[in-house]
T-cell receptor, first 114, second 110 residues
């Protein structure tokens, strides 16, 4: 089944403890992206990747890192999480970032930083 | 100012009625527009792309007005299952960047 898989689904952590949220897609998609969703603000783009070893900042990249060593994986790394990073995170992918390209989303990761 | 703005609603709609709502975008360079549907804190799913000529998919009709920089979504013969949040999306002038609106909530009542 074609899908984007995110793990974990829920995560509670403490300030400063490094964490990684994994994202994997099995559709051979070139484009992958991370979003965070907060009430009243909608989805905001954190980082995106147009292909392997190519990553770019979105609108809210501060406090996050990503890597794209393989086409299928695009992990989101929080080196030193803070409470303002408490949010619902979504990973998404598409074959290529072209006009009218459908985004496939993972099921989301609810992160709470205490 | 946010690049994509939506009325948060909720739009309370009797079953079988028609509901329509708009989304405005500020970046005149945006070329691609979409409507996504999101059920409570679940992943967004593409509802439809929005073409310059407008497009229809069953009970759903999307329109683009470039002059006034807004897109619209109309839902005819509303079903209870249409209750959701509808997200408006526009691409940015940078490759790979998308701007999402905060969503319009639609509640269809029996």
């Amino acid at each position: 089944e074609a899908q984007v898989t995110q793990n974990p689904r829920y995560l509670i952590t403490v300030t400063g403890k490094k964490l990684t949220v994994t994202c994997s897609q099995n559709m051979n998609h070139e484009y992958m992206s991370w979003y965070r969703q907060d009430p009243g603000l909608g989805l905001r783009q954190i980082y995106y990747s147009m292909n392997v070893e190519v990553t770019d900042k979105g609108d809210v990249p501060e406090g996050y890192k990503v890597s794209r060593k393989e086409k299928r994986n695009f992990p989101l790394i929080l080196e030193s999480p803070s409470p303002n990073q408490t949010s619902l995170y979504f990973c998404a992918s598409s074959f290529h970032r072209t006009t009218n390209e459908k985004l496939f989303f993972g099921s989301g990761t609810q992160l709470s930083v205490l | 100012r946010k690049e994509v703005e939506q009325d948060p609603g909720p739009f309370n709609v009797p079953e079988g009625a028609t509901v329509a709502f708009n989304c405005t975008y500020s970046n005149s360079a945006s070329q691609s527009f979409f409507w996504y549907r999101q059920d409570c804190r679940k992943e967004p799913k593409l509802l439809m792309s929005v073409y310059s000529s407008g497009n229809e998919d069953g009970r759903f009709t999307a329109q683009l007005n470039r002059a006034s920089q807004y897109i619209s979504l109309l839902i005819r013969d509303s079903k209870l299952s249409d209750s959701a949040t509808y997200l408006c999306v526009a691409d940015s002038d940078s490759w790979g960047k998308f701007q999402f609106g905060a969503g319009t909530q639609v509640v269809v009542t029996p």
